[in-house]
T-cell receptor, first 115, second 113 residues
Framework: KAGVTQTPRYLIKTRGQQVTLSCSPI?????VSWYQQTPGQGLQFLFE???????NKGNFPGRFSGRQFSNSRSEMNVSTLELGDSALYLC??????????????FGPGTRLTVL | DQQVKQNSPSLSVQEGRISILNCDYT??????FLWYKKYPAEGPTFLIS?????DKNEDGRFTVFLNKSAKHLSLHIVPSQPGDSAVYFC????????????FGSGTQLTVLP
């Protein structure tokens, strides 16, 4: 069974630009969550999508947005990039059902560098 | 305000000895706790979890202990192996937020041969 894939793996942008990251979950998984990892901050929750709807949202500015398609693939967009947006962006997929906790499986991440 | 804290950024242990990684939390609504392991250039992988109704969960060489009154959990690895060298993240879930995990900042474990 293929794991979670994220594209691209590395990205370099300049301040003010926008960027779109992509995540393909494990087949059959309907929930996709996004996290930002920066040194010393651990992983910070951005948002979760389930069945094309945003179900949970973390404390990030509106420049961070996302969407999910009918095949459960998800994209994350960051507009007006700032230097502080440089981070590893991780996507995690899970079955997404309401009963109890579904284990999250992480992709390898996209390393974004903002110059 | 960090709700999940891992106060030790790094830990070195000799092969064969016990590794103890610690995690503290502040949110009383957390009811499920997880440990993830992360190698460079890979995403975190799930290691072991514990529900707040338990105080111990064991899986092979890995045991997680939960002390709810102290809001503290720890991961014990016995015996430690060089392949265990990785960054370990503690994570917690609040009741009603099934897939929103709050992570600590991680501890780099190095197991010396």
């Amino acid at each position: 069974k293929a794991g979670v894939t994220q594209t691209p793996r590395y990205l370099i942008k300049t301040r003010g630009q926008q960027v779109t990251l992509s995540c393909s979950p494990i087949s059959g998984h309907r929930s996709v969550s996004w996290y930002q990892q920066t040194p010393g901050q651990g992983l910070q929750f951005l948002f979760e999508y389930f069945s094309e709807t945003q179900r949970n949202k973390g404390n990030f500015p509106g420049r961070f947005s996302g969407r999910q398609f009918s095949n459960s693939r998800s994209e994350m967009n960051v507009s007006t990039l700032e230097l502080g947006d440089s981070a590893l962006y991780l996507c995690a997929s899970s079955l997404g059902g309401q009963a109890g906790y579904n284990e999250q499986f992480f992709g390898p991440g996209t390393r974004l560098t903002v110059l | 305000d960090q709700q999940v804290k891992q106060n030790s950024p790094s830990l070195s242990v000799q092969e064969g000895r016990i590794s103890i990684l610690n995690c503290d939390y502040t949110n009383s609504m957390f009811d499920y706790f997880l440990w993830y392991k992360k190698y460079p250039a890979e995403g975190p992988t799930f290691l072991i979890s514990i529900s707040s109704i338990k105080d111990k969960n064991e899986d092979g060489r890995f045991t997680v202990f939960l002390n709810k009154s102290a809001k503290h959990l720890s991961l014990h690895i016995v015996p430690s192996q060089p392949g265990d060298s990785a960054v370990y993240f503690c994570a917690a879930r609040a009741s009603g937020s099934a897939r929103q995990l709050t992570f600590g900042s991680g501890t780099q474990l190095t197991v010396l041969p």
